[in-house]
């Protein structure tokens, strides 16, 4: 095994190593987190909604990282989300919102709205990173993987 | 090759889905309260009746046997004025 295809692994583990975590977290305190999600400044008529959504988008993304037919979407999905959280955080911490609410959730709640910053910025870069190597890995002619066996 | 990656991302699962378990809640609060400057009162339901705005105060707090905790911390208490709809009052008889 290379040292890019075990990077590539490691990128997938800590990706799901936080997807997992977090919706897990969420279900495990789910009233909780519909409190939480009401105490954002978005309309509360969207809580139904993203309390389901969201857990259940984030079990998706690790499950389809784990599956080497699904990764590459798993790794593109887990960049789209991780720049709409981004994104989010950006806009609370700009103060578009009418207040800052407070940084909630499983032991990540310790963090500060900045340390989110840079903890959402840190995954979005090794999601990116992940796409590269899984790309890569995908354009290889197969009798280059498998040199090794035909010799 | 397949072992190491079985054996990496069994470790990643193992992990989260532990920590998870781990760091739950261990009790479960039926009513918070937060400090109005001269006492405690009941904080009513987050982004209802209050929410919690990010600052360096204690936002809400637990009451068990006579002691007050700290429970959302890391911000303020701010009242949303929302209260229950009072029940419609009967309508009297025209007489």
């Known amino acids: 095994m290379s040292k890019k295809q075990v990077t590539l692994e490691c990128v997938c583990a800590l990706l799901i190593l936080l997807f997992l975590y977090a919706s897990m977290s969420k279900f495990l305190d789910f009233k909780t987190f519909i409190d939480e999600m009401n105490n954002q400044p978005l309309p509360n008529a969207w809580t139904p909604f993203l309390v389901w959504s969201i857990p259940l988008v984030e079990i998706v993304i690790s499950t389809s990282l784990i599956f080497e037919y699904t990764r590459l979407l798993g790794l593109y999905a887990s960049l789209v989300v991780m720049v709409i959280f981004t994104v989010y955080t950006g806009i609370v911490l700009l103060h578009f919102f009418p207040y800052i609410p407070c940084s909630c959730g499983g032991v990540i709640r310790h963090l500060t709205w900045s340390q989110h910053l840079i903890l959402n910025l840190f995954y979005i870069f090794i999601s990116v990173l992940g796409i590269i190597l899984q790309q890569r890995k995908s354009l290889k002619p197969n009798y280059i993987n498998n040199k090794h066996s035909l010799v | ?95």
Request: glycine share 8%; with cysteine.
């Open chain 2, 1 to 95: 090759m397949n072992k190491i990656k079985w054996t990496i991302l069994t470790f990643a699962i193992l992990c989260s889905i532990g920590s998870a378990f781990a760091t739950r809640p261990q009790a479960q609060f039926s009513s918070l309260y937060y400090w109005t400057g001269s006492g405690y009162a009941p904080a009513g339901t987050l982004g209802v009746n209050y929410i919690c705005e990010t600052s360096s105060s204690v936002c809400t707090y637990t009451y068990s046997g006579g002691v007050y905790t700290p429970y959302e911390t890391s911000s303020t208490y701010v009242n949303l004025g929302a209260t229950t709809a009072a029940k419609p009052e009967p309508k009297k008889d025209k007489k």
